[in-house]
């Protein structure tokens, strides 16, 4: 019931063909009280653990790639997805700036080995799509790479598809005005400030940059088999849990069906006396 529901959400919330008038908006939509939030996301999770279970019996291979603005919401999306499945099927994949050996190989070669298994769900906090945003961006990369790069993705996209693999690609999108806040609410708190690279400060002058190379992105890489779903996400409850549902929509899983589950009865003692030994117990301050 909650994944039909959840579907239905999805569909009915899907963007409309076309991303020309992606810096629009139309108003934002009240915000969300944590406990309505907190109640639709238990729901979803519960939905995420019956996917999990049915990518582990089917041999699902799933790849979901998030990219988006600066700010906009990746890493928080990716763990509400993750925190309540086992990380042995949903694996996370966040590749550091590549190594100087990794720059004299063919450019899709690095994420190769990431790739899902059967039983996996591989999601990439940001991924190939470096060479068609920040690359060309930041001038680290030629305009005839990035080129070739957006030339050949939907082949090697149409390879991954034709083998097997669910290929989902979410785009992020936020304002440049909430960008703006959310970037100066982690200049004084110690627990966001690791978020605010010297890279974030010199990509936030680049705001239009970015839009032009997000478009010619999407024209040249929005395919049949490997489309891109954009989720605005000024408002982050709405924008995860609108994330969540559509993710589940994509994937042709079964609800897990109740378990009769009774604990069985412990042992006996027989005789066992804890032993007096001189443990080391942490502080218990709170």
Same mark, same amino acid.
């Given at each position: 019931?909650?994944?039909?529901?959840?579907?239905?959400?999805?569909? @009915?919330?899907?963007?409309?063909?076309?991303?020309? $008038?992606? @810096?629009?908006?139309?108003?934002? *939509?009240? /915000?969300?009280?944590?406990?309505?939030?907190?109640?639709?996301?238990?729901?979803?999770?519960?939905?995420?653990?019956?996917?999990?279970?049915?990518?582990?019996?089917?041999?699902? $291979?799933?790849?979901?790639?998030?990219?988006?603005?600066?700010?906009?919401?990746?890493? +928080?999306?990716? /763990?509400?997805?993750?925190?309540?499945? %086992?990380? $042995?099927?949903?694996?996370?994949?966040?590749?550091?700036?590549?190594?100087?050996?990794?720059?004299?190989?063919?450019?899709?070669?690095?994420?190769? *080995?990431?790739? #899902?298994?059967? &039983?996996?769900?591989?999601?990439?906090?940001?991924?190939?799509?470096?060479?068609?945003?920040?690359?060309?961006?930041? &001038?680290?990369?030629? *305009?005839?790479?990035?080129?070739?790069?957006?030339?050949?993705?939907?082949?090697?996209?149409?390879?991954?598809?034709? !083998?097997?693999?669910?290929?989902?690609?979410?785009?992020?999108?936020?304002?440049?005005?909430?960008?703006?806040?959310?970037? /100066?609410?982690?200049?004084?708190?110690?627990?966001?400030?690791?978020?605010?690279? !010297?890279?974030?400060? /010199? %990509?936030?002058?680049?705001?239009?940059?970015?839009?032009?190379?997000?478009?010619?992105?999407?024209?040249?890489?929005?395919?049949?088999?490997? #489309?891109?779903?954009?989720?605005?996400? !000024?408002?982050?409850?709405? +924008?995860?849990?609108?994330?969540? %549902?559509? =993710?589940?929509?994509?994937? #042709?899983?079964?609800? =897990?069906?109740?378990? !009769?589950?009774?604990?069985?009865?412990?042992? $006996?003692?027989?005789?066992?006396? *804890?032993?007096?030994?001189?443990?080391?117990?942490?502080?218990?301050?709170?």
């Amino acid at each position: 019931m909650a994944k039909h529901k959840h579907q239905q959400r999805a569909l @009915e919330d899907q963007v409309p063909p076309g991303t020309a $008038r992606l @810096e629009a908006r139309t108003g934002p *939509p009240p /915000k969300m009280k944590r406990k309505e939030y907190e109640r639709e996301m238990r729901l979803l999770h519960g939905e995420l653990v019956a996917m999990q279970e049915w990518v582990k019996t089917s041999g699902a $291979r799933i790849c979901i790639v998030f990219e988006g603005r600066d700010t906009a919401g990746k890493g +928080g999306t990716i /763990k509400r997805i993750t925190e309540r499945v %086992s990380p $042995r099927v949903f694996r996370v994949v966040a590749l550091a700036a590549p190594t100087e050996r990794e720059k004299s190989q063919m450019y899709i070669q690095r994420y190769l *080995p990431h790739f #899902p298994a059967a &039983g996996e769900v591989v999601i990439f906090d940001r991924s190939w799509y470096n060479r068609a945003g920040v690359e060309p961006v930041m &001038g680290f990369c030629t *305009p005839a790479e990035t080129k070739r790069f957006l030339e050949l993705t939907p082949a090697v996209e149409k390879a991954m598809v034709d !083998d097997g693999i669910l290929l989902l690609k979410y785009w992020l999108e936020v304002t440049a005005d909430e960008q703006t806040r959310r970037l /100066k609410s982690r200049i004084n708190d110690p627990r966001k400030i690791w978020k605010l690279s !010297d890279m974030d400060l /010199k %990509s936030y002058r680049r705001w239009y940059d970015y839009s032009r190379a997000r478009d010619a992105m999407f024209a040249a890489t929005d395919t049949a088999w490997a #489309p891109w779903y954009i989720a605005r996400t !000024d408002n982050k409850r709405r +924008g995860r849990l609108n994330i969540i %549902s559509h =993710l589940l929509s994509q994937v #042709p899983y079964k609800p =897990l069906t109740p378990r !009769d589950v009774t604990l069985p009865n412990r042992q $006996r003692a027989a005789g066992y006396v *804890p032993p007096d030994l001189a443990l080391r117990y942490i502080p218990a301050p709170f």
